[in-house]
T-cell receptor, first 117, second 110 residues
């Protein structure tokens, strides 16, 4: 158990709908990362928050947004869903943000499996 | 272009048959190279972090090594429970995000 908690574990929704994925980081971790993993692709970085502020952005669609709350949990909002959005969405956390000389180990949750029909 | 490439894509071994997985990278300012294990439908499980060329780390039947251009994950006398996808990722520059390779799917048979 990594200590990163994600809900829901599975979600089936229709095209055009909106869903929210939730993540609780490991105790004490300030950074939260969101990744997408499709069947034919590796893990793709979406976005990072550090202590409530957006820190880095990857290949995140405009239809997707995220935020990190004062209690450090994070939500990923996916709207106007398309069939191609079906994927595993992972949340990960680490203790630090960026600019750290040593490697900053990132721990992953078990993922939220989204199926768009 | 910054890139992480893993080979082979898939590997089938018999129990006890040792082998190595490769991860090559072309990034500037490497701060850490990470190995994760991922079981189907599960989140990546952290295995190792390597920080500088020449560094080695071991855990049970796994040993990770790092050079200036690549990393190897050596699997000694594997067992069926070692079957999984092994992911390599790099952290570089000032960013703390990880950039992943596409993984090596390892199957160990009796």
């Amino acid at each position: 158990d990594s200590g990163v908690t994600q809900t829901p574990k599975h979600l089936i929704t229709a095209t055009g709908q909106r869903v929210t994925l939730r993540c609780s980081p490991r105790s004490g971790d300030l950074s939260v990362y969101w990744y997408q993993q499709s069947l034919d692709q590796g893990l793709q970085f979406l976005i990072q928050y550090y202590n409530g502020e957006e820190r880095a952005k990857g290949n995140i669609l405009e239809r997707f947004s995220a935020q990190q709350f004062p209690d450090l949990h994070s939500e990923l909002n996916l709207s106007s869903l398309e069939l191609g959005d079906s994927a595993l969405y992972f949340c990960a956390s680490s203790s630090r943000g960026q600019g750290v000389m040593a490697g900053n180990t990132i721990y992953f949750g078990e993922g939220s499996w989204l199926t768009v029909v | 272009e910054d890139q992480v490439t893993q080979s082979p894509e898939a590997l089938r071994l018999q129990e006890g048959e040792s082998s190595s997985l490769n991860c090559s990278y072309t990034v500037s300012g490497l701060r850490g190279l990470f190995w994760y294990r991922q079981d189907p439908g599960k989140g990546p499980e952290f295995l190792f972090t390597l920080y500088s060329a020449g560094e080695e780390k071991e855990k049970e039947r796994l040993k990770a090594t790092l050079t200036k251009k690549e990393s190897f994950l050596h699997i000694t006398a594997p067992k069926p429970e070692d079957s999984a996808t092994y992911l390599c990722a790099v952290q570089y520059g000032t960013a703390s995000k990880l950039t992943f390779g596409t993984g090596t799917r390892l199957q160990v048979t009796l």
